[in-house]
């Protein structure tokens, strides 16, 4: 085998970091201050390095750009359209991510960076191909509540059952069955039953919950068939 080539393709990634928040989904993004036009907001990440690998390469980006450390990242897809990027030609592994944005504080060592959380439905005009790249991601999240649970990154730790409700329902943009939801969910022992009631500012007072953890790693790693019922 011959290792000539005439190839000039650089290796990018990119974070596709997925929040939830008052019952909105969120993205996390962040635009770069510098250099000719008028500058976009984009996903966070980068060029590889030569002596790092794509996963190391991507927790990188997203701590120098965001200041986030994620301890999951899950290979997305590979985007290598061959105009995707106006700077030549570059291949892009993205990686998706959920995370609860109220345990980070964003911050940036990079000096003309800005990074900033945005609701799913308001995202601004981005650069690159990175609204395909999210709408592929939500995708892959849509998908992923069939098998695997969803919402241990994403709430908070104690919360009402209707809060995981709303977080299926904002996730797949439609209404659920919620009598059935609520009963497929406790069938799956993910859910323990606090002592704490939490008193709406209207409504009925509602029992918290909180995740049995090893219950939801157990389902995490070796996945559960869990068909959601629309209303």
């Given amino acids: ?33 510098h250099g000719s036009g008028i500058p976009k907001w984009a996903l966070p990440g980068g060029f590889v390095k030569d ?21 999951y990242l899950e290979q997305l897809f590979t985007f290598g359209s061959v105009d995707r990027d106006h700077r030549g030609r570059v291949v892009s592994v993205a990686y998706l991510a959920l995370i609860n944005p109220r345990h980070f504080i964003l911050c ?7 990074t900033e959380w945005f609701n799913l439905d308001e995202i601004p005009d981005l650069a690159y191909d990175h609204k395909e790249i999210i709408e ?4 892959r999240l849509k998908a992923k509540i069939n098998y695997q649970p969803v919402g241990f ?12 409700e709303n977080l299926y329902q904002t996730i797949l943009n439609k209404k659920i069955d919620r009598r059935n939801f609520r009963k497929k969910i406790m069938s799956y022992d993910l859910l323990l039953e606090t002592d ?14 909180k995740f049995n953890h090893r219950k939801y790693r157990k389902l995490e790693k070796d996945g559960f068939h869990f068909e959601v019922k629309f209303a």
């Fill in 108 to 114: 940036t060592s990079r000096e003309d960076m800005e």
């Fill in 136 to 139: 592929k991601g939500w995708e």
């Fill in 196 to 209: 704490k009631i939490y008193q709406p500012k209207s409504g009925r007072p509602a029992k918290l919950y």
């Fill in 1 to 33: 085998m011959s290792f000539k080539s005439e190839q000039h393709i650089k290796v990018a990634v990119d974070a596709v970091v997925f929040g939830y928040i008052q019952n909105h989904l969120q993205i996390l993004l962040t635009k770069q201050n």
């Fill in 51 to 71: 002596n790092e690998s794509v996963e190391c390469a991507v927790s990188r980006e997203l701590q120098e750009e965001t200041g986030v450390n994620v301890n």
């Fill in 153 to 164: 990154e994403l709430l908070k730790r104690e919360f009402p059952f209707s809060d995981l």
